[in-house]
């Protein structure tokens, strides 16, 4: 079964930048969708961004676009987040989770969250002065 771990979490200030990390175990990432997700306290989870399997679609949140980038590194069998000008409303658990859909590589990716499996533990982002 594929399996994911998240990695890069931590405290920022306001206006600050972390990179979030999504490694797989056993299995090679080459032919999954791959998409990130965020619960806040209180909160229900929701999509953040997605990409596709060859890497060259993509998918955002209306209210990450332009701060957030995401890609992913096959031969490392890892998918990144890039998270720039932090604000305190991105604080939560982050997540990502493989698409059980498993789309032709070159189509377009959604955050559709009945579709995703295989999630990892999370990895807690705190955006704080």
């Known amino acids: 079964q594929l399996q994911l771990v998240e990695s890069g979490g931590g405290l920022v200030q306001p206006g600050g930048s972390l990179r979030l990390s999504c490694a797989a175990s056993?299995?090679?990432?080459?032919?999954?969708?791959i998409g990130w997700f965020r619960q806040a306290p209180g909160k229900e989870r929701e999509g953040v961004s997605c990409?596709?399997?060859?890497?060259?679609?993509?998918n955002y949140a209306d209210s990450v676009k332009g701060r957030f980038t995401i890609s992913r590194d096959n031969a490392k069998n890892a998918v990144y987040l890039q998270m720039n000008s932090l604000n305190p409303e991105d604080t939560a658990v982050y997540y990502c989770?493989?698409?059980?859909?498993?789309?032709?590589?070159?189509?377009?990716?959604?955050?559709?969250?009945?579709?995703?499996?295989?999630w990892g533990q999370g990895t807690q982002v705190t955006v704080s002065s």
């Open positions: 989770a493989a698409d059980l859909t498993r789309r032709p590589p070159f189509a377009p990716c959604r955050t559709q969250e009945n579709e995703y499996g295989s």
């Open positions: 056993r299995f090679t990432l080459d032919y999954y969708a």
């Open positions: 990409i596709s399997g060859s890497g060259g679609r993509t």
